[in-house]
């Protein structure tokens, strides 16, 4: 089962920030957080995962407490495209845990309005 | 370089019958996953092949799945004979098998089974 807990659903207008949270008050010492996202009628797409420093790619940041207890994913210009349900997922990092199934939880709905 | 593609897109049967889903992976890919989404529920892991084997099925429902990746190329997922509760998308996903902490796996839009 999915460790994490996320809301359901949530808006954000064009052009704004999109920051998503996630509780994974569980979380062990040796877990990464993970974001992917599913846009309508497309398979899941990875997004950016983290241990426990803020990490930035070319798609969005991903901003994890420093209890590690929670994180946040921000889009930071979201557009119309990145409509789509967004997951958090935690995984254990091992030397061999890159090739480990996902674990999908519910998600949160996110809907960019114009 | 070309995506993971799934084969059908849809697919439509009657209860009873038999469907085979194929899934290429990118090429170089020696992970290969099978997921699904039932209708309502959450993506949910079925099997996992490294190569031609099978590393882990532990998601498999029942018996009336087989998934098979002869060569370690592509793969099949046959249903038979189907159920109404069947019904869901069928996602395959492949990464590279690198003893390391991520490896991305990469989704193909998955093949969307109704089960009359």
């Known amino acids: 089962d999915a460790k994490t807990t996320q809301p359901t659903s949530m808006d954000c207008a064009e052009g704004r920030a999109a920051n998503l949270p996630c509780n994974h008050s569980t979380i062990s010492g040796n877990e990464y957080v993970y974001w992917y996202r599913q846009i309508h009628s497309q398979g899941p797409q990875y997004i950016i995962h983290?241990?426990?420093n803020n990490e930035t790619n070319e798609m969005a940041s991903l901003i994890i407490t420093e209890d590690r207890k929670s994180s946040t994913l921000i889009l930071p210009h979201a557009t119309l495209r990145d409509t789509a349900v967004y997951y958090c997922?935690?995984?254990?990092?091992?030397?061999?845990?890159?090739?480990?199934?996902?674990?999908f939880g519910k998600g949160t709905r996110l809907s960019v309005i114009a | 370089e070309a995506g993971v593609t799934q084969f059908p897109s849809h697919s439509v049967i009657e209860k009873g019958q038999t469907v085979t889903l194929r899934c290429d992976p990118i090429?170089?890919?020696?992970?290969l996953y099978w997921y699904r989404r039932v209708m309502g529920k959450e993506i949910k892991f079925l099997l996992h092949f490294v190569k031609e084997s099978k590393q882990d099925e532990s998601g498999m429902p029942n018996n009336r799945f087989l998934a098979e990746r002869t060569g370690g190329t592509y793969s099949t997922l046959k249903v038979q004979p189907a159920e109404l509760e069947d019904s869901g998308v069928y996602f395959c996903?492949?990464?590279?098998?690198?003893?390391?902490?991520?490896?991305?796996?990469?989704f193909g839009p998955g093949t969307r089974l109704t089960v009359l």
């Open positions: 090429s170089g890919h020696d992970n």
């Open positions: 983290g241990l426990k």
């Open positions: 997922i935690v995984r254990v990092a091992s030397a061999y845990s890159g090739n480990t199934p996902l674990v």
């Open positions: 996903a492949s990464s590279y098998a690198l003893n390391r902490v991520h490896n991305e796996q990469f």
